[in-house]
């Protein structure tokens, strides 16, 4: 089988014009099975007009989009097109489009940690628990292909990161495809094997390290790309040497100290150099997010 037929969606030289002006324009981009494919690019760059028309919702007026035969595709939309004053608890919504049984339904909103909303009001979700429903609607039938436009829009920073750890852990366990839209630079490029940058066209792609060095990328985001690609350091106070001593920022050293050490958490750009000796702060990234 050639790899292009092992492809869940491929886009090649796609571009939509609308009233004459192009949206997006000349997109080459494929995911395959157990990939996580992010789509960054500012405000009004052709992020959600490129994944519609990988999902089929528009016709490339140029070029091609093709999809695997028989594809089946979950999609988190951007905005919700849905009358927020009529009562819709979460079961409603989870079977709105999709006859699902009770223990289906149950099923999904176990894999997102949303059970417990399940006779929840809609209206009444936070921004975290919005995302996690809407997960859960997506992943229900197990699609091959799942597409998410910004999947942590109203989401603080500690459940962006529970958020992506989430997408990273359904990836796995169903081994869909995600190909996913994100203005947000910070921890969303670590979470993905391949980043397409858009800008109108394709401004830089390839792994979030390639994406995070190259000049076009940095000339569209300038500062914030610096601090792009994040990883999510666990900073300590203190160093843990090799003998199991602990070394303090004041450079004492003790063999033994009671109480809580000073952590913080905090995102820092790749770019800023890995530590790489006993005195480098201990790293991990966030919630194995970017594991691929
Ligand atoms: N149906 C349409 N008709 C005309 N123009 C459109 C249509 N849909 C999108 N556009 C325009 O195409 C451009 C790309 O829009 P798109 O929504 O794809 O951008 P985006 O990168 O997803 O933006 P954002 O980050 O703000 O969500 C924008 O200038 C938008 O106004």
């Not at 992010?38 to 519609?52: D, E, V, W």
């Not at 150099?273 to 970017?290: F, L, N, Y």
Request: net charge negative.
């Amino acid at each position: 089988m050639s790899e292009a037929a092992d492809n869940l969606v491929q886009l090649t030289r796609a571009g939509i014009q609308k009233s004459g002006s192009w949206l997006v324009r000349g997109v080459d981009l494929t995911v395959s099975p157990g990939e996580i494919v992010t789509l960054i690019g500012p405000n009004g760059s052709g992020k959600s007009t490129t994944a519609k028309m990988a999902l089929g919702i528009h016709k490339p007026t140029e070029g091609f989009a093709v999809r695997r035969h028989g594809l089946s595709v979950g999609y988190v939309p951007q905005k919700l097109s849905i009358d927020w004053t009529l009562p819709l608890n979460v079961k409603r919504f989870m079977r709105l489009t999709n006859p699902l049984s009770d223990a289906e339904c149950m099923v999904a909103l176990e894999r997102t940690g949303a059970a417990r909303l399940v006779g929840e009001e809609m209206r009444t979700l936070s921004g975290g628990e919005l995302q996690r429903v809407m997960l859960a609607r997506a992943i229900a039938r197990s699609p091959d292909l799942l597409v998410l436009d910004e999947p942590v829009q109203g989401v603080d920073y500690a459940g962006e990161i529970a958020i992506y750890s989430l997408i990273s852990e359904i990836r796995k366990t169903i081994g869909c495809g995600i190909l996913m839209i994100s203005h947000d630079l910070h921890v969303v490029m670590a979470a993905a094997d391949q980043v397409v940058c858009l800008n109108g066209h394709v401004c830089c792609r390839g792994t979030p390290s390639d994406v995070s060095r190259d000049q076009n990328y940095h000339q569209l985001f300038g500062t914030r790309a610096g601090g792009a690609l994040a990883v999510y350091e666990h900073d300590h106070d203190h160093v843990h040497l090799p003998d199991g001593r602990v070394r303090h920022s004041d450079g004492t050293v003790c063999d033994h100290c009671p109480g809580e050490h000073d952590h913080t958490h905090e995102a820092h750009g790749i770019s800023g150099g890995q530590p790489s000796d006993e005195t480098a702060p201990h790293k991990r990234v966030a919630g194995g997010v970017a594991d691929a």
